[in-house]
């Protein structure tokens, strides 16, 4: 397993999204192989990942507005 590098961009940038694939494609890829190689077919791997990935950022998603939330009421009591 190797180190995945920092982002060379800032949020927002044109490239953000690709800089940050092509630093994970690696470990991606290295799962999947793992996967595969542990019997399990190749669109069943894809379509695990797909759906971890979809519900990381539904998660994701969701505590951010949780603490958007919390910072509205936090605000509220102290005002």
Not at 46 to 70: F, I, P, T, V, W
Request: hydrophobic share 40%; with cysteine.
């Amino acid at each position: 397993m190797r180190n995945i590098p920092a982002p060379g961009t800032m949020p927002g940038h044109p490239d953000h999204q690709l800089d940050c694939e092509a630093a994970i494609e690696s470990e991606f890829l290295a799962l999947a192989g793992r996967a595969e190689a542990a019997g399990w077919d190749s669109d069943t791997v894809a379509a695990a990942l797909q759906n971890l990935a979809c519900s990381y950022g539904r998660g994701r998603k969701a505590l951010d507005e949780m603490d958007d939330g919390l910072t509205v009421v936090h605000t509220r009591i102290l005002h």
